[in-house]
């Protein structure tokens, strides 16, 4: 069932307080997860190897676009989400909620594919120089594999926002940021996996 009362109510009381009340935990989340490559970027840099430094550093471009084009799409159906919600249409709001979900688990399978199929080629196509190719393989083909743990989160953060709910979205954030720095120490730092424990680390 949905709630019956909107964390963030933006039509009652305060506007201005309403406004901060929403936009200050989503800016946070926003920054933290800009934060997840420069975490892997800086343990893989000081204790591993220089050629899987550079591969943890390409793979932040790619993550960008990823990340950027599934929050895009996970936005937009909260759109359609907070319109219903808005409208206290209970029965299409879950409905709503659930195509958006449902579109999540699509599209977590066909990236996992389509992405584990074209590294080899993706590699190809950015010049990845010969001595950080076999990096840059281990640690896509790990990315690519566990890739609907991204998907799934912004579209069920979205789901939440559209709610009125910005700050539980940033709570969960926050915790899976710190384990992120912690597992990258325990896989790259402690047990020498490289590159492919740093892409662990993010996928958990």
């Not at 206290?88 to 992405?115: C, D, M």
């Amino acid at each position: 069932m949905i709630q019956k009362k909107n964390p963030a109510n933006l039509t009652e009381g305060s506007i201005v307080r309403g406004l901060l009340g929403f936009a200050v935990p989503l800016f946070l989340g926003q920054l933290l997860q800009q934060l997840y490559n420069m975490a892997d970027a800086w343990v893989v840099g000081n204790f591993a190897e220089n050629e899987a430094f550079a591969a943890v550093s390409m793979a932040s471009h790619i993550s960008f676009l990823i990340i950027g084009f599934f929050n895009g799409i996970a936005i937009g159906g909260g759109v359609v989400i907070s319109r219903y919600f808005g409208a206290k249409n209970e029965k299409e709001t879950e409905r709503a909620i659930h195509t958006n979900f449902l579109f999540g688990i699509g599209a977590s399978v066909l990236s996992t594919i389509v992405g584990v199929l074209l590294v080899p080629r993706l590699l190809v196509w950015m010049h990845t120089p010969e001595s950080v190719m076999p990096h840059a393989l281990v640690y896509f083909r790990i990315y690519f594999g566990g890739v609907s743990t991204i998907i799934m989160y912004n579209i069920c953060m979205a789901i939440m926002r559209a709610l009125g709910d910005s700050l539980h979205p940033l709570y969960y954030l926050i915790v899976s940021s710190c384990m992120n720095v912690a597992l990258d120490l325990l896989f790259v730092a402690g047990f020498h996996w490289g590159v492919g424990g740093a892409a662990v680390a993010t996928v958990l």
